[in-house]
């Protein structure tokens, strides 16, 4: 849809990119008042545009579902695209994982409650399955691309690096450009190949985020050995401190060698709701146990 450029206002800049600005501002509903959004802004020079433009052609491809940002309307204005979407108002989920630290943890390990892990992981693997159903490959899926909108919930976001797939199962990277390095699956660093299984790579990284309430990826590994230690000696990260072994199976499936051996966004819907509510079912047991003070707790 295009917007008039008159029906919508810019109020401050909430980032800034490659391609480009991100403002928080308002588009002009009929009838009704105006809807807060937040505008891309592509930069002048031709590959923002190009970069902003594939962004807005793979989100109306996509189309619509909880836990993808929405794509509300383009506008064409002077040299600049604006690109209007759902204003996610907690920001992306990096920053929102790490207002959750405990400063006053007495170690300095940081974890996220199980059941609340497998909420983020079941939100944003609900998305890329809708994404992967509508053969578009994401290329840059990590925390600080998903953002949080009212009542906590994840959507994915920031298509810069999508791609379409419609007409081949994979796509081939063939300029040189940005490379998310540490959430990037080895046979996209070694062939620049891109397939689901590569974003599924890429999710359970996004997993490891979670657990640690938005740690940074190989801790202690100097990015120069990462191509070295993911592609030629098999290197995974460890199970963080007080992450559940089925989350950490989950992530370890996710970077299987092999990426036809890794599950598909499908599986992992299915499997982070079983996990969900077999933790449920135990705490319900838990807590009858305790009612009938079977379960001393202190
Ligand atoms: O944490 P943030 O505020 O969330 O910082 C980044 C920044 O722009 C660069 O991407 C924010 N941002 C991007 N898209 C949206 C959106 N649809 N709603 C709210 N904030 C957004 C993002």
Redesign the pocket.
Known sequence: MRIARNHIRMHRT????YFGL?M?GEIYKKQTSWTR??V?ISKSHVEGSISLANEAVIMAKIGIHENV?RLLGVCHHKDSLLLI?????H??L??HLLLQRNTNAEECTHSCPTQKAFLHALQVAKGMAYITSHKCIHGDLSA??V?V?AGNVL?V??FGLAKDIHYYEFYKRKTPGIVPFKWTAPESLIDKIYTEASDVWSFGVLLWEIATLGGLPYPGVPIEELYELLTKRNYRMKQPPNCSKKLYNLMVNCWNELPNNRPRFSDLVGQTQQAMSELEKSDTLMQDAQRSGEVVTE
């Open positions: 909430i980032g800034e990119g991100v928080e959004v937040a891309k940002v979407m759902e204003y996610a108002e920001g992306n990096r920053s600080r691309n953002l909108g959507k976001s920031d």
